[in-house]
């Protein structure tokens, strides 16, 4: 398992694909921040599904939420997040993947996290502990 996770590594390193953690403000507001994923792929995240015209289309308990294609935010931040395997990310962010239904505990974040801690490659508190900075936000703009 352990050299598999090294080829792996390599493999990825060698590719030179990223993945990023991004956010943005929610409607102007600065308590909640929208997050999504963005890969050399997709930048996709969990929002409303198909069925937004519904009077309930944006009240926890009650909207059905899917994995959507994200609009351009230049002025989103992210910030890349090293040692993911991008094809696992890729995987979970497949388009109009049902989640369920909003709700604190099933929300953007708590997706955007799930989806990267199940295709990390190398823990990130080891990466921190080496001196690693993983908090290093940027403007999307500045993204290719």
């Not at 909640?32 to 937004?52: L, P, Q, S």
């Not at 519904?54 to 899917?66: E, G, M, S």
């Not at 994995?67 to 395997?85: Q, S, T």
């Not at 993947?97 to 604190?104: K, M, S, V």
């Amino acid at each position: 398992m352990a050299m598999y996770s090294v080829i792996l590594l390599v493999l990825l390193i060698q590719k030179g694909l990223k993945v990023y953690l991004c956010k943005t403000l929610v409607n102007g507001i600065r308590i909640v921040d929208h997050h999504w994923i963005k890969t050399d792929a997709f930048e996709r995240g969990m929002w409303n599904d198909d069925d937004i015209d519904q009077w309930y289309d944006d009240k926890p308990f009650f909207a059905q939420v899917a994995v959507r294609n994200e609009a351009y935010h230049p002025e989103a931040l992210c910030k890349e997040i090293p040692y993911v395997d991008e094809n696992l990310v890729n995987e979970q962010l497949r388009l109009y993947r049902d989640l369920g239904t909003w709700t604190p505990w099933n929300n953007c974040q708590t997706f955007a996290t799930s989806v990267l801690s199940r295709a990390i490659i190398i823990d990130p508190f080891y990466l921190k502990m080496k001196g690693v900075d993983l908090d290093k936000w940027v403007k999307r703009s500045s993204i290719k």
